[in-house]
Nanobody, 121 residues
Framework: VQLQASGGGLVQAGGSLRLSCVYS????????MVWYRQAPGKERELVAR???????????SVKGRFTMSRGNARNNTRNTVYMQMNNLKPEDTAVYLC????????????WGQGTQVTVSS
């Protein structure tokens, strides 16, 4: 399974970005899609995840500001997950990584290369 994340960049505090992650390959067993982030000197943090049935959950640090969604078959984006990030704060600065796996209850899965998000104050 291959993943390609994009959409990062430099934005001022209060601004918005939309991240995308496209996955391809042997994907029939993928049921859970996750966004993580890792800031310099900090541990990797789970930001948001979406289960195959569409249910989502978020870390407390981004709840109410970030929205994760999935593409659909109608416009051929079924294998794409998005994360709309609003009201960005300097503490959101990190490399954002997408991960897909068979189950949200199991570790591991496949990783993309990450996309840098930098929020200036």
């Amino acid at each position: 399974v291959q993943l390609q994340a994009s959409g990062g960049g430099l934005v001022q505090a209060g601004g918005s970005l939309r991240l995308s992650c496209v996955y391809s390959g042997t994907i029939f067993s993928i049921r859970c899609m996750v966004w993580y982030r890792q800031a310099p000197g900090k541990e990797r943090e789970l930001v948001a995840r979406i289960i195959d049935n569409g249910a989502t959950d978020y870390s407390d640090s981004v709840k109410g500001r970030f929205t994760m969604s999935r593409g659909n078959a109608r416009n051929n984006t079924r294998n794409t997950v998005y994360m709309q990030m609003n009201n960005l704060k300097p503490e959101d600065t990190a490399v954002y990584l997408c991960n897909v796996r068979r189950s949200c209850l199991a570790p591991g899965g496949y990783w993309g290369q990450g996309t840098q998000v930098t929020v200036s104050s």
